[in-house]
């Protein structure tokens, strides 16, 4: 197979980032740097290393949900050795990859897998997968800030894709809201709001498509159900056609 393929079905990373790591001359195959993406790849006979480490296909695809808390980054390593989301997974979980990410004040739902395959589809930007959020800010948004929120509003020169917001309440100088967007830009809905003069202090993802971590508890992770999984890839490939 492809060498990009390979490397994603090693649990690597997506096929997209993969690519990037091939043309960064991060990988060999035989003891030899290779950047060549059309590179095929014999799993019974080439030896692929990733960073002078080897790597292969993991017997199995393994897939995880984790309620992540506040105060943890995702991602294996933090060089100011802040706590990461992997001092909460076990051993064979090492591993996974996360599916997107959360920032370090914010928490709930996060997917993890070594299935990179799975991974690019679930957070490539033309399939819109919703990811739903509960929210509460200090500050009150009016009828016409409402409006700008669920048909677009610009941070960073972007305008953001049509999202679902709706106010749960509203008192004094605070506002909770549930919030379901469909594209993943960086702290999106933080910026989101900030444009509207409204300071997030407490932001929870609660599902991705239709998999929700219902009442798992922070800190605490388990495996998704087959349904589950089956309910996201059905969510892609209806969106695809």
Not at 72 to 79: A, C, F, G, L, N
Not at 156 to 166: F, I, Q
Request: glycine fraction near 6%.
């Amino acid at each position: 197979m492809r060498i990009n393929k390979y490397l994603a079905k090693c649990g690597l990373a997506s096929r997209r980032k993969v690519e990037e790591f091939i043309v960064n001359g991060d990988v060999k195959v035989n003891g030899i740097v290779v950047t060549d993406l059309s590179l095929q790849i014999d799993s019974e006979e080439d030896i692929v290393e990733y960073k002078n480490k080897r790597v292969g296909i993991t017997e199995g695809n393994v897939y995880i949900m984790l309620n992540k808390p506040p105060g943890y980054v995702v991602t294996k390593s933090d060089e100011f050795e802040r706590k990461t989301v992997y001092d909460l997974l076990p051993e064979f979980a090492k591993n996974l990859n996360p599916i997107g990410r959360l920032d370090m004040d914010s928490e709930g739902l996060i997917l993890l897998t070594n299935d990179g395959d799975f991974a690019n589809k679930i957070i490539h930007p033309r399939y819109k997968l919703p990811k739903t959020y509960r929210v509460e800010a200090k500050g009150n948004i009016s009828d016409d800030e409402l409006k700008l929120l669920r048909e677009g509003i610009v941070i960073e020169g972007k305008v953001t894709l049509p999202a679902k917001v709706y106010i749960q309440d509203q008192s004094n100088d605070e506002v909770h809201l549930k919030m379901i967007i469909y594209e993943g830009r960086k702290r999106q809905i933080r910026l989101m709001l900030d444009a509207i003069d409204c300071r997030v202090f407490n932001l929870k993802r609660t599902q991705i498509g239709e998999v929700s971590m219902a009442k798992l508890p922070h800190g605490m992770w388990r495996q998704l159900m087959p349904k589950e999984v089956l309910s996201l890839l059905e969510m892609v490939n209806n969106r695809r056609n």
